[in-house]
């Protein structure tokens, strides 16, 4: 069972610019008594999400939409475990697996083999665990004896296949996905459909941001739409895209 | 604020002891990394540390008159250890900073690069230390049980060592000059603890005998220096490493649970 609350949730980023950033002019700061006060301290601060609250159960299947910067990275970051919100409470229970960055941790000198391996680690699989696996990665990824060189002889759409065939072979309770993964050649997106609607349909929870119409009204039954940090809308698929997209 | 950070630093690290494989695979990837497609690989550091053992060894000591047979040793292992203690602390330093990329995206623990980063200088560490029981060899010194000892001793020097990475890492995360200063204290420390120079050399006033009983890394290294050179370490030098450890921490741990969600806004 999973299930994530927000709960008047607040992000700010500091910008340290080089009056904090470094540690020697804070004690000289100190020493000469100057600079006292709040506000004082030269530091610009973005406040990237405010006010935010909602509550996710089993069977949600929510979109998050809104224009560029409106904070739905951001919210995909939070709710991946990344940032801890600056206020404001927020409750994630249910393993997390996030398909936003499928080629972190890639090492492009060694082979995809190995690669399938440090990505799996990455993953939280143990080395057993992959190795029952590999055999059904490395069929999916269709790379066959490709997958013993080094990551640097593949083409950008290679990398991207095995990139794919090892980051899906988690099955999350909690998925997240920035835009639907199109991943390879025409007879490759086959197979990638299939997966990812395999990965959403056993997810108990699927937060995916988007700006295609089409995407949000086919895989979700409830849409967040985002503007400036705040949450300006949320409900049900129909509503919010008529009001977002226009029609 | 007490216990709250504590049980947090604990959680932490806990999960990140228990992920342990993905440390050492990362780890010993970055070795691998370093050396691809060269032959010796690895074993150039071992090379690379001979050559300068012998050559300070020569030089060094002609000028400080000592017998080769019991300053070589005392050389190679010092340099050895040394090598490890301040890699270790100046990558330390960057612990956190250098892996911006996947702590901005999956949400490992955090001790996690930590570990990684110890393991990597433990590995390095074992293609130098083949240099000293050559170096041993070549001066017929004797086998005996004593040089078990210090692997006690490493074990306590690798305690100290992990709380000081981690405090440091945290510290520089949000204050970036800080790398700057540890490398300069670590120059210092490097002529200020006896690792070129013999502390028998030393004239025995009271303001020497400070000098090595206030330095902390002086007690850590011989724990482990001085049983491979078939001495037992003073009482002192293990009093002032655990002691050095407990507090350490103690205070590393508070200090981490209370910044640790700061750490990711940080970077």
């Known amino acids: 069972m999973a299930s994530i609350v927000f709960d008047n949730v607040l992000v700010d980023f500091p910008i340290y610019n080089s009056n904090t950033r470094s540690l020697k002019n804070k004690l000289i700061q100190v020493a000469t008594g100057g600079q006292l006060g709040s506000d004082k301290h030269g530091r610009v601060v973005v406040r990237a999400l405010e006010n935010i609250s909602f509550q996710l159960k089993d069977g949600d299947r929510v979109g998050l939409l809104g224009h560029n910067g409106a904070g739905k990275s951001t919210l995909l970051r939070l709710l991946g475990g990344v940032y801890e919100p600056t206020f404001g409470k927020s409750t994630i229970i249910g393993k997390i697996g996030s398909l936003i960055d499928i080629s972190l941790g890639i090492d492009p000198e060694t082979t995809g083999r190995d690669n399938i391996y440090i990505r799996g680690a990455l993953l939280g699989l143990t080395r057993s665990q992959v190795k029952v696996k590999i055999d059904e990665i490395i069929d999916f990824s269709e790379l066959g004896d490709f997958v013993d060189m080094p990551l640097r002889t593949y083409s950008t759409g290679m990398h991207m296949r095995l990139a794919f065939s090892v980051s899906t072979i988690i099955r999350p309770e909690i998925l997240l996905m920035d835009e639907w993964l199109s991943v390879g050649d025409e007879s490759f997106q086959h197979k990638v459909e299939n997966r990812l609607n395999d990965l959403v349909s056993s997810a108990k929870i699927l937060v995916i941001a988007s700006h295609s119409k089409e995407l949000l009204l086919k895989t979700c039954n409830r849409l967040i739409w985002l503007e400036h940090g705040r949450i300006k809308m949320d409900g049900t698929p129909e509503t919010i895209s008529s009001a977002y997209f226009g029609h | ?267």
């Open chain 2, 1 to 267: 604020m007490c216990l709250k950070s504590l049980k947090i630093s604990y959680t932490d690290i806990s999960n990140s002891l228990k992920q342990f494989h993905l440390a050492a695979l990362l780890g010993w990837q970055d070795v691998r990394q370093r050396y691809r497609r060269s032959v010796l690989g690895p074993f150039w550091l071992t090379v690379s540390m001979g050559v300068m053992i012998g050559t300070i060894g020569i030089v060094f000591g002609q000028i400080f008159q000592s017998p080769m047979q019991d300053f070589l040793p005392f050389l190679s292992i010092g340099l050895v250890l040394w090598n490890f203690i301040s890699n270790t602390l100046t990558e330390g330093c960057v612990g956190f900073i250098s892996s911006e990329a996947i702590i901005k995206q999956l949400p490992i623990p955090l001790f996690i690069h930590i570990l990684r980063l110890i393991w990597r200088n433990i590995i390095i560490m074992t293609h130098n230390i083949v240099i000293f029981p050559i170096v041993l060899i070549i001066y017929h010194k004797e086998i005996s049980w004593i040089p078990l000892i210090s692997i006690p001793g490493f074990f306590l020097l690798l305690l100290n060592l992990i709380w000081m990475v981690l405090f440091l890492s945290v510290l520089c995360a949000r204050y970036r000059d800080l790398p700057q200063i540890v490398t300069s204290l670590l120059l210092v420390m490097f002529y200020l603890t006896p690792i070129m120079w013999m502390p028998s050399l030393l004239p025995q006033q009271n303001t020497n005998v400070k000098l090595l009983i206030l330095n902390p890394f002086f007690h850590l290294m011989e724990i482990v220096k001085a049983p491979l050179l078939g001495n037992l370490p003073s009482i002192l030098n293990w009093k002032v490493s655990i002691m050095l450890g407990v507090f350490g921490w103690l205070v590393t741990m508070f200090m981490y649970g209370h910044y640790k969600r700061r750490i990711a806004y940080w970077l």
